[in-house]
């Protein structure tokens, strides 16, 4: 990145002392001088803005340049006849005719199929959209990594540089829990760049007038019109007032989680006492909490429940349950009434050894 400034900064300074030594248009030194180095900077600035662009729309733009050029000589002929010495109108002409073709074609460049032609136009099939930007948030969390390992992953993963330096601050923190959370996420992104299926880019592009990374991370997915993978519950609605495209890891997670019908039974641990006046709370492997009707004195014991309801949230899934006593004393009885087999444990026999042994 530095070589590539170096560079810049001497075609600058070359082509404003050349045309101070030139002196075009019989100008004075310094204003030439002048003149060179602002076409110089107007030079970088288009070169820095074309980087941006996509094969198919340069050569979009090329295309509709020649056809405007073209164009506007065939109104010149024309113009000559009527009016042979109005100079500016066949100078405007020309100048007009050059930018529509250049924004026309540009813009109806997309619609280019290079893929097909093969050779060195076959990486243009992989457009922006494909690639993806990771927000701070996921890449903490680490389940990212988990996911691309799955394959389920494509495209470009895009690491953004304010990103890894806002990581690399958390990581320098006197907090050692922040410390801790930056380092595994410098340990994952290690991790994920590992992954020989992937492709990871980190890019420089950084808003400076922009401070919150989140509003960062919207820009740049503007710039590159591609989708940001993130697991922060803000940035999602912010980035969808945007326009932007979001990817989020806990949506995900909440549509993996097991489907749980009302009138089913199942059985839960309860674990703490309900806000609700005589209710129990338990949580599913998963995480999702089960809120469960008439066991509140059932706590720390596992019981068996019939689901009532399912609420879907943003936040998450909540199951809502009722506990019978009745029912759970009659799965009870047939539990202990059924017929005794070899492979179950025999209470009766171990209570009778135990009486042996006492006597004795």
């Not at 709370?281 to 429940?305: C, F, H, P, Q």
Request: overall charge neutral; glycine content about 8%; hydrophobic content about 50%.
């Amino acid at each position: 990145m530095l070589d590539l400034v170096v560079v810049r900064a001497i075609f600058i300074l070359v082509l404003a002392l050349w045309a101070a030594f030139l002196r075009p248009f019989s100008l004075l030194s310094w204003q030439a001088g002048v003149g060179g180095l602002a076409l110089g900077f107007c030079i970088i600035f288009f070169e820095i803005r074309l980087e941006r662009v996509s094969l198919k729309r340069l050569i979009g733009a090329a295309f509709g340049s020649i056809l405007g050029i073209l164009g506007a000589f065939l109104m010149s002929l024309v113009l000559d006849k009527a009016a042979p010495h109005e100079g500016f109108l066949h100078v405007a002409i020309l100048l007009w005719m050059t930018y529509v073709g250049l924004i026309v074609g540009a813009k109806k460049g997309d619609m280019l199929n290079l893929s097909a032609l093969g050779g060195i136009f076959g990486g243009e099939k992989s457009s922006k959209k494909s690639f993806k930007i990771l927000d701070t948030s996921v890449i903490i969390d680490g389940r990212i990594a988990d996911i691309a390992e799955t394959g389920f992953l494509d495209g470009v993963l895009v690491i953004p540089q304010f990103v890894l330096r806002e990581l690399q601050l958390v990581a320098d923190s006197a907090d050692s829990m922040k410390r801790n959370r930056g380092r595994r996420g410098l340990d994952i992104l290690a991790r994920v760049q590992k992954m020989a299926h992937l492709n990871v880019q980190i890019v420089e592009d950084d808003f400076p007038q922009t401070r919150e990374v989140d509003m960062k991370l919207i820009e740049l997915a503007k710039v590159y019109d591609c989708k940001v993978i993130t697991n922060d519950f803000n940035l999602n609605k912010v980035a969808q007032l945007h326009g932007v495209t979001v990817l989020n890891i806990n949506e995900l997670a909440n549509s993996l989680k097991p489907i749980v019908l009302p009138g089913e039974t199942m059985r839960v641990f309860i674990l703490k006492e309900g806000k609700e006046y005589n209710q129990g709370v338990a949580y599913l492997d998963d995480g999702t909490m089960v809120v469960v009707d008439n066991a509140r004195k059932m706590i720390s014991k596992t019981i068996e429940i019939a689901v009532t309801s399912v609420l879907q949230t943003t936040a998450g899934k909540m199951i809502f349950g009722k506990y019978d006593e009745r029912v759970h004393a009659v799965m009870a009885a047939e539990r202990h009434d059924r017929p005794v087999r070899k492979s179950d444990p025999q209470p009766l026999m171990n209570g009778a050894a135990e009486k042996t042994t006492i006597e004795s």
